[in-house]
């Protein structure tokens, strides 16, 4: 069964730091990697799909890169703003209809 | 388009009682899924469907029972609500010709089993 974790479960830093939050599967044999934020109390939006055969993809201030090899992916933000306070989440994709969650990290971007 | 749209955003259920949370799309999506999020896990694959008249199991099925008569609208049945199913529910849609990842979520149900 593929294992999704993600770390930090939390994290809190000041309004215009570059941040990096990390996803990782055990399960190398993956389809493509999705990074989602959500809000609270709402649902998921999708961020960035990475494909299997891609290295990273980026948008705006987003960057997220994957090493299938390593099972690992991170997604890297910019000069972090308060809007962007949310929980991440990244799923892992193995084929048309298999979808692994992780459990999310939690950012808050103080003013 | 009003995108991916679920009923109630709430609900209270007792044990033993059934009760259909609805999922309706208005994308022309082939692909509809049902996920459940609990506190520190992700989200889990409950079912999914890749057409109107096909469903299949996901991660967690168990106690939940679905049906995909039209493209539009794909209902979640829990057939006897018990206390491990209190979670927020997502409905999720994709148009098949992107493939499975690009998916849309709906707002979500809170659903309280006592």
């Known amino acids: 069964k593929q294992e999704v974790t993600q770390i930090p479960a939390a994290l809190s830093v000041p309004e215009g730091e570059n941040l990096v939050l990390n996803c990782s599967f055990t399960?190398?044999?993956?389809?493509?990697l999705q990074w989602f934020r959500q809000d609270p109390g709402k649902g998921l939006t999708s961020l960035l799909l990475?494909?299997?055969?891609?290295r990273e993809q980026t948008s705006g201030r987003l960057n997220a890169s994957l090493d299938k090899s390593s099972g690992r992916s991170t997604l890297y933000i910019a000069a972090s703003q308060p809007g962007d306070s949310a929980t991440y989440l990244c799923a892992v994709i193995y084929n048309f209809n298999k979808f692994y969650f992780g459990s999310g990290t939690k950012l808050n971007v103080k003013p | 388009n009003a995108g991916v749209t679920q009923t109630p955003k709430f609900q209270v259920l007792k044990t033993g009682q059934s009760m259909t949370l609805q999922c309706a799309q208005d994308m022309n999506h082939e692909y509809m899924s049902w996920y459940r999020q609990d506190p520190g896990m992700g989200l889990r694959l409950i079912h999914y469907?890749?057409?109107?008249?096909?469903?299949d199991q996901g991660e967690v099925p168990n106690g939940y029972n679905v049906s995909r008569s039209t493209t539009e609208d794909f209902p979640l049945r829990l057939l006897s609500a018990a206390p491990s199913q209190t979670s927020v529910y997502f409905c999720?849609?994709?148009?098949?010709?992107?493939?499975?990842?690009?998916?849309?979520f709906g707002p979500g149900t809170r659903l309280t089993v006592t």
């Open positions: 999720a849609s994709s148009p098949r010709s992107k493939g499975p990842y690009e998916q849309y």
């Open positions: 990475i494909q299997s055969s891609q």
């Open positions: 399960d190398s044999a993956i389809y493509n």
């Open positions: 469907s890749v057409g109107a008249g096909i469903t």
